[in-house]
């Protein structure tokens, strides 16, 4: 069954950091690219940093250029967002999801984690 779990979320202070890990099984990543969304209540659902398969090409929005950093360890089977800088409005449920297509995962991925809450609040 494939599944992707996410964690690493919570409360942070405006100007803190979070890393947030995508754990996969039933696959394997190292076939898929990963995307990153987020969705904020009352607002959609939009693609935060994707990161291919293959040769590491790498997305940000640019509401989080310079601040959020996209990696893979596929030995680990997980992906992270590491996210620096935080501010109110990065307040979001965060979700990991993966498609063997680069082409598709930053805009309709086949997989998707259940979400996890972040809220950047002092």
């Known amino acids: 069954q494939v599944q992707l779990v996410e964690s690493g979320g919570g409360l942070v202070q405006p100007g803190g950091s979070l890393r947030l890990s995508c754990a996969a099984s039933g696959f394997t990543l190292d076939y898929y690219a990963i995307g990153w969304f987020r969705q904020a209540p009352g607002k959609e659902r939009e693609g935060v940093s994707c990161v291919s398969s293959s040769d590491g090409s790498t997305y940000y929005a640019d509401s989080v250029k310079g601040r959020f950093t996209i990696s893979r360890d596929n030995a680990k089977n997980t992906v992270y967002l590491q996210m620096n800088s935080l501010k109110p409005e990065d307040t979001a449920v965060y979700y990991c999801?993966?498609?063997?297509?680069?082409?598709?995962?930053?805009?309709?991925?086949?997989?998707w984690g259940q979400g996890t809450q972040v809220t950047v609040s002092s």
């Open positions: 999801a993966a498609d063997p297509d680069w082409n598709y995962v930053c805009l309709s991925p086949n997989y």
